[in-house]
């Protein structure tokens, strides 16, 4: 067993002021190269998960069986989570209590089940840009879980947001053949459930000071055994196993590749809700996410509008106005500095001019 109890922070009084990487301490390092690490790492692990996610919903036949691909991908965070923990972890004691991991487990179900069930109503593309809008639901939850204030220019990226992400899903409605409206609603369920678990998820692990590991091993695990009865009990779990059966090598194979990338951006991104907060992880991870839609018109065929390009423009432009409002005194600076230095090198020409004239 690797937990005995459960960690109580008013009895003990020291804690590990650590930050734990895969089991290296990155606090030393400056916060420039913590966020670089961590966003290089976003991008390193999530892009190729996009691929296989969106490929493994190409295969024929197999867009009813997002919930069993759930399941298999949270068996294969747990293992990964649990091996992790004995042969990496120092720390063995579970600090988080079991009910928090229970409300994450079912978050976890909601976020990624529901967004693998929504492949099978809505394309790739689609799916991407409504999951790039949860600004909204994270600026909501953080008023209400974490009563965080915002801005104006906050509330401002999330009008364009909406606008941007109505516009997308008409256009994918209109060129689409299999564009159905329950996988709006899947992704709207999915949204709502990243926000909260975003949220929830920063606002323990600063409580308790639990290790990603822990997060994972315990939010996944649980998840995995409600998800699995779930399944058992509607019946649906024979047939996705015979499907899966069917060509084990590719629905299989590509399952793990698609789980062991997603498995490693999740303990990226949980670095950088710990260190950063959740409204700007999820800002990168959305950036992120504009990069794979990209990818996906390219190395995958389908139906393609214009409506597509500039209603995604809207959403990266309020993705950048939420970076500027994060990052406004040095952007401020930056700019200056530069004008700055145009000013002085126009001066200095102009003088130059004057002398020679």
């Given at each position: ?72 991908q949270f068996a294969i965070y747990t293992i990964l ?173 590509y399952s793990l590749m698609f789980s062991i990338s997603?498995?490693f951006g999740v303990t990226f991104v949980l670095t ?86």
């Amino acid at each position: 067993m690797i937990i005995s109890s459960v960690y109580n922070p008013k009895i003990e009084a020291h804690i590990d002021k650590k930050l734990l990487l895969f089991n290296f301490d990155i606090s030393k390092l400056s916060i420039s190269f913590q966020f670089i690490l961590c966003v290089g790492g976003v991008f390193l692990c999530y892009l190729p998960y996009g691929y296989f996610q969106e490929f493994l919903f190409s295969i024929p036949l197999f867009k009813p069986y997002g919930w069993y691909l759930t399941l298999v991908q949270f068996a294969i965070y747990t293992i990964l989570a649990f091996l992790q923990s004995i042969f990496l972890e120092e720390e063995k004691e579970r600090r988080i209590p079991l009910k928090i991991y229970c409300i994450l487990a079912l978050l976890a179900i909601g976020t990624i089940g529901m967004s693998n069930k929504s492949l099978g109503y809505v394309n790739y593309p689609t799916q991407v840009i409504f999951k790039c809008c949860k600004l909204i639901p994270v600026m909501l939850g953080g008023i209400v879980i974490q009563g965080k204030r915002y801005n104006l220019l906050d509330f401002i990226t999330c009008i364009l947001m909406s606008i941007g992400l109505s516009l997308f899903v008409l256009a994918d409605s209109t060129v689409s053949p299999e564009f159905s409206y329950i996988g709006v609603l899947c992704l709207s369920i999915a949204l709502c459930a990243d926000a909260v678990i975003g949220n929830l998820q920063e606002k323990t692990m600063k409580e308790f000071n639990a290790s990603n590991t822990e997060v994972v091993l315990y939010s996944y695990g649980i998840g995995f055994f409600f998800l699995f009865t779930i399944l058992l009990f509607v019946d649906s779990l024979h047939d996705s196993f015979i499907f899966f059966n069917k060509d084990p090598f590719t629905t299989y194979g590509y399952s793990l590749m698609f789980s062991i990338s997603g498995y490693f951006g999740v303990t990226f991104v949980l670095t950088l809700v710990r260190i950063f907060g959740a409204l700007l992880a999820v800002s990168v991870t959305t950036f992120r996410k504009a990069v794979t839609i990209i990818l996906s018109f390219v190395m995958f065929a389908k139906p393609f509008t214009l409506q597509y390009v500039w209603s995604g423009l809207v959403v990266l432009l309020a993705i950048a106005l939420n970076m500027y409002q994060k990052n406004k005194q040095k952007i401020d600076l930056q700019i200056d500095t530069i004008v700055h230095q145009i000013n002085l090198r126009f001066c200095k020409k102009h003088k130059h001019i004057q002398i020679s004239v």
